[in-house]
């Protein structure tokens, strides 16, 4: 599977580089991202969030006024640093997403999940002479800056783990709206189907936007997850 140097790539459009990509993408991968909710249940225990019509409006919302300008947008230049080998971008963009987390639950979620996928990816032997050297140097890492490196490993394509990142995105979020909303099985389909038609769209919007233009203002979004913080019962971290 690996030689000293890194996994052996699959070529582009085959059908290991798409197995690849469902292994990075699914929800069984182990970094913790089933304990996490980003804000969403408190706006469930609020009322702003209480079926399915009013959650396909938050996670809507959040996904094309939040992610596509911020966090994708982040994501994409940090894939494009691991593909070229840039160890100045990768280290300026992770601390530029690092910094942009507005509460501590937020910052603690994206280094938690990033320092376990950077720890999965070196177990499984997916960094080369290149991220073994450059991780030290993003400590704490990032989730997108360590998705960045083990896509790079697994030898998938720049714009297919950019689609994947944003997918697995929406996947977590729907997740835990059908355990704190709750929403049905059927529901959060019905969800998947609607919001994941907009991927392609937001993820094109995050590859454009210019870097001075990248943005990760949200204020209702980082109240709730500041209220969240003190939040009597919780079944997520975030």
């Given at each position: 599977?690996?030689?000293?140097?890194?996994?052996?790539?699959?070529?582009?459009?085959?059908?290991?580089?798409?197995?690849?990509?469902?292994?990075?993408?699914?929800?069984?991968l182990p970094i913790g991202a089933f304990s996490y909710s980003q804000g969403l249940e408190r706006?469930?225990?609020?009322?702003?969030?209480?079926?399915?019509?009013?959650?396909?409006?938050?996670?809507?919302?959040?996904?094309?006024?939040?992610?596509?300008?911020?966090?994708?947008?982040?994501?994409?230049?940090?894939?494009?640093?691991?593909?070229?080998?840039?160890?100045?971008?990768?280290?300026?963009?992770?601390?530029?997403?690092?910094?942009?987390?507005?509460?501590?639950?937020?910052?603690?979620?994206?280094?938690?999940?990033?320092?376990?996928?950077?720890?999965?990816?070196?177990?499984?032997?997916?960094?080369?002479?290149?991220?073994?050297?450059?991780?030290?140097?993003?400590?704490?890492?990032?989730?997108?800056?360590?998705?960045?490196?083990?896509?790079?490993?697994?030898?998938?394509?720049?714009?297919?783990?950019?689609?994947?990142?944003?997918?697995?995105?929406?996947?977590?979020?729907?997740?835990?709206?059908?355990?704190?909303?709750?929403?049905?099985?059927?529901?959060?389909?019905?969800?998947?189907?609607?919001?994941?038609?907009?991927?392609?769209?937001?993820?094109?919007?995050?590859?454009?936007?210019?870097?001075?233009?990248?943005?990760?203002?949200?204020?209702?979004?980082?109240?709730?997850?500041?209220?969240?913080?003190?939040?009597?019962?919780?079944?997520?971290?975030?």
């Open positions: 599977m690996t030689r000293s140097d890194g996994p052996v790539p699959p070529r582009a459009g085959d059908a290991l580089a798409l197995v690849r990509l469902l292994q990075l993408a699914s929800p069984a706006v469930v225990e609020d009322g702003v969030v209480r079926d399915l019509a009013t959650t396909q409006t938050w996670l809507g919302d959040v996904l094309e006024l939040v992610l596509a300008s911020g966090e994708a947008a982040i994501a994409w230049r940090l894939r494009v640093a691991a593909t070229e080998r840039d160890a100045a971008a990768l280290q300026r963009w992770n601390d530029w997403f690092r910094a942009s987390r507005e509460t501590a639950e937020l910052r603690a979620e994206t280094e938690q999940m990033g320092g376990s996928l950077a720890k999965l990816a070196a177990d499984l032997g997916l960094l080369d002479g290149f991220a073994r050297d450059v991780l030290p140097e993003l400590q704490p890492v990032t989730l997108p800056a360590a998705w960045a490196l083990t896509a790079r490993g697994l030898g998938v394509d720049g714009e297919s783990s950019h689609i994947a990142y944003v997918w697995a995105w929406l996947e977590n979020q729907l997740m835990a709206a059908i355990k704190s909303v709750p929403l049905g099985q059927v529901a959060g389909q019905r969800l998947l189907l609607a919001l994941g038609a907009r991927i392609p769209a937001v993820a094109e919007r995050a590859r454009s936007v210019a870097d001075d233009d990248i943005t990760s203002f949200a204020p209702g979004l980082a109240i709730a997850s500041s209220r969240h913080e003190t939040q009597y019962t919780r079944l997520f971290r975030s």
